[in-house]
């Protein structure tokens, strides 16, 4: 069975197609500047790397490009769109109503939809992208929403309220969500199978460190709390978000500044967190440059992300009383040998033993170790594979639908 993963923003797409028979990625690629004058294309294939410059007026003609380079020419990997079985979407809002992967109808959609308050830049251009595909693949190709949050929709009441007006929980829906739940869900239990134990019986802290990055505590196989909230600005320093702060700083910084909603949005999302620490840098490889060349505010971005990163494993130590294995990913968590040395030893205290060599081994899609034979805590690297899960969720729903 194959299946095509899809992962529509505003004005991109990016795609996966996975033969569910050995779980083999044929062709992974993205449509650039959708809606733009001039759009980019780029596909990979076991034949390589393929670019082109192409207008993509929308996300149906974004999925006409994608569709006649899997068909034909020198990308070509299916003789036609019917080998397609179906195809899974990535989701990022589903608020309070969808707790797991779900099959799309015309409901489902109107659901999506009704979230796009909350996840105003991400769930209307799902929308687009579902609807665009429908119409390339007609409706007969079923269709799966897989949820960034429904791995977290089993959090208790405790850990996603606000402590805020409780009539704004009930007219707004205003409550911790937590984001990335694909990757945690992955990695979590990858990690559990490299321990060789049933995910109910490990109290696990998975990591995911990119651009973005949010940290989940999972017991007894399910979410009990994560640091991203309503949005995925909550939690810690990230490349260009601030992370959790003193509520009053942003409305003392609308008074002095006169921002607007947007404007503040704009500020706290985009040139906050290590680049705005740091002066513009927001790429962990250049944070690590420049701390180590000298440059006093790269080293103290670096410094607060540690710092934070500790505070909130500690935290979820004491939330889940204890903690049998912490797993890093994401680009960050599996790459930043620095990152990962400082916060495994900083937790030598709980009787982690870090094992270096290994640490210097896993990078670039290379999982391991960290933790030595010794240590009272496992620590992995993991690397992650939302593309994957997706495609594993589709499969399962569309083998029920298509009998
Ligand atoms: P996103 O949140 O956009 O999905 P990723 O998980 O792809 O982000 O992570 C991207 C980040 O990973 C980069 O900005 C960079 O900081 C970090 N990264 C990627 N490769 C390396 C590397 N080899 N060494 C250190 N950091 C890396």
């Known amino acids: 069975m194959k299946i095509l993963v899809i992962n529509a923003g505003s004005s991109s797409l990016k795609f996966q197609l996975i033969d569910m028979n050995g779980e083999v990625v044929i062709a992974k690629g993205t449509c650039g500047r959708v809606g733009a004058e001039m759009g980019e294309f780029e ?4 034949q390589g790397k393929f670019e082109k410059e192409v207008a ?11 569709k006649e380079a899997l068909t034909s020419g020198e990308t070509k990997v299916i003789d036609s769109l019917s080998e397609i079985s179906a195809i899974g979407h990535r989701v990022v809002q589903g608020g309070a109503i969808y707790k797991e992967s779900t099959l799309i109808t015309d409901d489902v959609i109107k659901g999506i939809e009704s979230l796009c308050d909350l996840a105003p830049l991400h769930n209307p251009a799902h929308i687009q992208g579902i609807n665009a595909c429908m119409e390339v693949f007609g409706k007969d190709v079923p269709e799966v929403a897989v ?7 089993t959090m208790p009441e405790e850990a996603y309220m606000f402590g805020i007006p409780y009539e704004y929980y009930e007219k707004y829906q205003i409550r911790r969500y937590g984001f990335h739940g694909t990757s945690h869900r992955y990695v979590s239990g990858e990690c559990a199978n490299i ?5 109910k019986d490990i109290k696990l802290i998975t990591c995911h460190l990119g651009n973005g990055s949010s940290i989940t505590a999972i017991k007894d196989g399910k979410v009990i709390d994560t640091s991203m909230g309503l949005t995925p600005l909550d939690g810690f320093v990230m490349g260009t978000r601030s992370g959790n702060l003193d509520p009053s700083v942003v409305t003392f910084l609308q008074e002095k500044e006169g921002w607007t909603p947007a404007e503040t949005n704009a500020v706290l999302n985009k040139k906050s967190g290590i680049a705005g620490i740091s002066g513009g840098f927001s790429d962990d490889r250049d944070i690590q440059k420049e701390a180590n060349e000298g440059n006093k505010r790269a080293d103290l971005a670096r410094k607060m992300q540690w710092y934070q990163i500790r505070k909130y494993i500690g935290q ?10 912490i797993v890093f990913t994401g680009g960050i968590g599996e790459n930043s040998q ?4 400082n916060i495994c030893e900083s937790f030598a205290y709980l009787g982690i033993t870090f094992n270096a060599e290994e640490n210097a081994k896993a990078i670039r899609g290379v999982g391991g170790e960290l933790s030595g034979a010794d240590s009272k805590v496992k620590v992995y690297v993991i690397p992650t594979n ?4 997706i495609a594993r969720d589709t499969k399962e729903i569309a083998e029920k639908v298509l009998g």
Request: no cysteine; net charge negative.
């Open 43 to 46: 596909i990979k294939t076991e």
């Open 147 to 153: 949820f960034d949050n429904a791995f977290h929709s």
């Open 386 to 389: 939302e593309e994957l899960m």
């Open 316 to 325: 979820y130590i004491a939330a889940m009383q204890g903690v049998d294995a």
């Open 338 to 341: 620095p990152l990962r040395q």
């Open 56 to 66: 993509m007026a929308n996300h149906t003609e974004a999925f006409l490009v994608v």
């Open 195 to 199: 321990m060789g134990k049933d995910l």
